[in-house]
C-alpha cells in the first residue's frame, strides 16, 4: 500500500505498521522480571503465552485517528518470592480495551495511552512519552528484507543495554519486540514475536471533520482502584462526565463546567465500589460519547 505522508521524503517511506478496522496480530508473549538484592534471591514473575489484538474500531479526525484494539491475553504466570519460600503458577485469561493514537502529519507518529510504567512489558510498550533514540511511526523507510530495525528507550539510563528492539516489516506490522535491562540485581526481560496476522483489504478512513467529542478508553483498564479518562473537546462548551453503573444509575459526576477545547485528562477513583463493569459519558453540547470501565479487585 501506497504510504499517504505529507513529507518531502515520503517517496522513501513505506506503511509498516498497517492500522485498518478488522486487523489481527497474535503474539507469542513472554517477559521475565526479578530482584535479586545484593546478588541475594528476592522475588521473580515470568509471564508466557498468547496474546491476541484486534482493531474493533477507530474514531477520526482531522489531525489523528483513534484506533481501539481489544486485547485478549491467554497466559501462565510462574512467581517465585524467596522472601515467604512461595512458588506459584497460575493462568491469565482476560480481555481488555485500549486506543492506539495515530498522528495525522509527517510520518504519522503511533502511541498508546497508557501508563509507561504499567505497559512497559507489553508487545506495544510505546506511549507519547517514550522518546529517547527515536519515536515510533507508522511509515519508515525499510532496511533488508522489507523490515526496519530500531532502537529505543523505556526509561532514560546510562547503561548501552537499557533498550527495546522493535522490528516492524512492510504491510504486517509489528514482528517483534525485545528488550533486555542487563542488570544483575534486577532484571525484566521482554521477548514477544508475531505468530499469525490478518491484514484486511478494508480502506483507510478519510476523517471526518473535528466537529464531535473523542472520548478515549480509560487506562488502565481493568484497573483498581484507579484510573485516568481522557477526552477531546471539539470547542468551548459545557462538559459534563458522569460514571454510571450497569443498570444505568448514576454513581459520580467527575467533570460539570465549562471547557476550552483542547484535551482533557481527570482521575477517576472508584475506592467505594465493587468489581464490575461501569460506564462513563461525557456530553459536551449536543455531542455524547459513551465507554465502558472495568473494575477489577
Known amino acids: 500500500m501506497k504510504a499517504k505522508v505529507r513529507s518531502n521524503a515520503a517517496d522513501l517511506l513505506v506503511d509498516v505498521f498497517p492500522l485498518l478496522q478488522g486487523n489481527v496480530w497474535k503474539y507469542r508473549y513472554f517477559t521475565d522480571v526479578g530482584i535479586w538484592p545484593g546478588g541475594n534471591p528476592g522475588k521473580s514473575s515470568t509471564d508466557s503465552g498468547e496474546v491476541t489484538y484486534l482493531i474493533v474500531g477507530y474514531t477520526s479526525s482531522a489531525d489523528s485517528t483513534w484506533w481501539q484494539m481489544q486485547v485478549v491475553r491467554r497466559l501462565v504466570r510462574h512467581e517465585i518470592d524467596w522472601y515467604e519460600s512461595r512458588d506459584t503458577t497460575f493462568p491469565i485469561r482476560d480481555t ?53 530495525v530500531f532502537l529505543s528507550c523505556v526509561h532514560a539510563s546510562a547503561s548501552p543495554t537499557f533498550r527495546s528492539t522493535f522490528t516492524f516489516k512492510k504491510g504486517v506490522g509489528l514482528i517483534r519486540n525485545r528488550f533486555d535491562s542487563g542488570t544483575a540485581d534486577a532484571w525484566a ?91 462513563y459519558r461525557v456530553t459536551a453540547g449536543e455531542h455524547v460519547a459513551t465507554k465502558a470501565l472495568i473494575l477489577l479487585r
Open 189 to 279: 526481560i521482554t521477548d514477544h514475536y508475531l505468530l499469525s496476522s490478518t491484514i484486511t483489504s478494508v480502506h483507510e478512513p478519510q476523517g471526518t471533520p473535528p466537529s464531535t467529542i473523542h472520548l478515549y478508553q480509560n487506562y488502565p483498564n481493568p484497573f483498581n482502584p484507579t484510573t485516568t479518562i481522557l477526552y477531546d473537546v471539539p470547542q468551548r462548551s459545557h462538559v459534563k462526565l458522569s460514571v454510571f453503573s450497569a443498570l444505568g444509575q448514576q454513581l459520580a459526576t467527575l467533570v460539570d463546567a465549562v471547557e476550552e477545547p483542547g484535551e482533557h485528562s481527570i482521575r477517576f477513583d472508584a475506592s467505594g465500589l465493587a468489581s464490575g463493569v461501569y460506564f
Open 96 to 148: 481488555s480495551f485500549v486506543d492506539l493514537i495515530e498522528r495525522k502529519e509527517g510520518q504519522h507518529q503511533v502511541y498508546m495511552l497508557g501508563d509507561p510504567d504499567v505497559i512497559r512489558g507489553d508487545v506495544f510498550p510505546f506511549t507519547r512519552d517514550f522518546v529517547d533514540t527515536t519515536l515510533v511511526y507508522r511509515y519508515r523507510g525499510v532496511g533488508a528484507g522489507d523490515t526496519t
